[in-house]
């Protein structure tokens, strides 16, 4: 029933349709921000070779400057890193023109230089009102990835980004230091980690190990709190190269990236319609209302409807939204007693995961996260449980990809049982 979709595909310049090099999407939010997306803050970003590179790479470095004479380099009309000793002595490293790569830079700032607008991820949020009270930690020039500009189309990521001056600041507090080699290198006040899975983004895959990567793009353990001085140790068996499936964390929202190729394997919307529409024609019922359920179509993502299939967490036992077994003090703990199993647990309604870059198969949806009740085939509910994403500024859980809500329950999600129809 599967075929990859070309419209996943980025293509040759013969065809005159740009290559793409891959996609960056947020973790949290279900194919789109909660109200809508606009211009470069979306949940889902692009990256196409540009018509003309604009990558960067270091040249000179200007060792034992005045903050005059910093300043005087870095106005220059080239990209540069200023590193801060102390009030005397700042370091500069003027950056000149690299004709190979592209640079895409992300970040929470709305100024020129930044390609993608990333915002703090509230988990289970419906709107931006629910994330406006919250102070981000998302640096405002919080990244850059620069992309090879010929096959395999390399991307790799390098902590801070340069704001409008093309500029890279690290003040006197941010943990820097002098390499082997006499360059400079320095992490930024948050960080900014990177997770490649094992095997890849397919369905053998599993969770690798979190690490922070430096300003130059090296690669470190983590530090002991998200914004220690200290930095960790430098892991040199290891690369800032991107792969499908790497997840970015910028200490208040999770980026996924998809390669061009890893995207044309993928399911599409189309094919995730297609099993809506194959899971409601075979008319699954509530067994105790014996009216039919289906799940809403994919743009009526949020507000539940009469046929809406709702599950007892506890089992899996999907049902319709009925009153029984509905006591006053199960209502007040939130816990509900399943009529066909007698099992308590959270009773929530059923929403089908619209992400497709978050799916690591095009099976069924079958399985739901537990507590949200997002549904998807069991191989990606099986991955998304077992990786554990940052959380504030050191701990770690997993969380459903499509809403950032934290996973709860002995495996995180549960198998649906639905009844058929009686006739």
Not at 26 to 33: D, E, F, I, M, P
Not at 66 to 90: E, F, G, M
Not at 402 to 407: D, E, H, K, N, P
Request: glycine letters at 8%; hydrophobic letters at 30%.
């Amino acid at each position: 029933m599967y075929s990859p979709e070309q419209e996943n595909i980025s293509t040759t310049s013969s065809t005159k349709v740009p290559v793409k090099y891959g996609e960056l999407i947020v973790l949290g939010y279900n194919g789109s921000l909660p109200n809508g997306d606009r211009g470069r803050r979306k949940s889902r970003f692009a990256l196409f070779k540009r018509p003309k590179s604009n990558g960067v790479k270091p040249s000179t470095v200007h060792i034992a400057c005045s903050p005059q004479a910093a300043k005087a380099i870095s106005n220059k009309d080239q990209h540069s890193v200023s590193y801060t000793l102390s009030r005397a002595q700042t370091v500069v490293v003027e950056y000149t023109q690299d004709s190979n790569a592209d640079m895409f830079q992300i970040g929470r700032s709305t100024e020129s230089p930044i390609d993608f607008v990333v915002t703090d991820t509230v988990a289970g949020s419906q709107s931006n009102a629910d994330t406006q009270s919250v102070q981000s930690t998302i640096s405002r020039f919080a990244c850059r990835i620069m992309c090879q500009r010929t096959p395999p189309y390399t991307a790799r990521i390098y902590a801070a980004g340069f704001d409008s001056s093309k500029n890279i600041f690290l003040g006197e507090k941010a943990a820097k230091w002098k390499t082997p080699d006499a360059q400079m290198d320095g992490l930024t006040t948050n960080g900014v980690l990177v997770m490649h899975p094992r095997t890849g983004f397919t369905q053998d895959s599993k969770p690798g190990v979190w690490r922070e990567i430096s300003v130059c793009g090296h690669v470190f353990t983590l530090r002991e709190t998200r914004s220690a001085q200290q930095r960790g140790k430098m892991v040199e068996a290891e690369s800032q190269e991107l792969v499908d499936g790497s997840l970015v964390d910028l200490c208040g929202a999770t980026l996924l990236w998809r390669t061009a190729e890893g995207l044309s394997r993928t399911p599409t919307l189309k094919h995730l319609e297609a099993l809506r529409q194959e899971i409601n024609a075979a008319r699954p019922q509530c067994p105790v209302g014996f009216n039919t359920l289906a799940f809403p179509s994919m743009r009526r993502k949020d507000t539940p409807d009469e046929k809406q299939p709702w599950v007892y967490l506890q089992c899996g036992h999907v049902h319709g939204y009925h009153d029984w077994g509905n006591h006053r003090e199960e209502r007040e703990g939130r816990q509900r007693e399943c009529p066909m199993c007698r099992a308590k647990g959270p009773y929530v309604p059923l929403w089908l995961g619209c992400e497709a870059g978050f799916y690591l198969d095009a099976a069924p949806p079958t399985h739901a996260f537990n507590p949200c009740g997002h549904v998807c085939s069991e191989k990606t509910a099986a991955f998304w449980s077992q990786i554990p994403l940052p959380h504030g500024t050191h701990t770690f859980h997993a969380a459903c990809p499509f809403c950032a809500q934290q996973l709860s329950g002995e495996q995180g999600f549960v198998r649906l049982i639905f009844q058929g129809p009686l006739d």
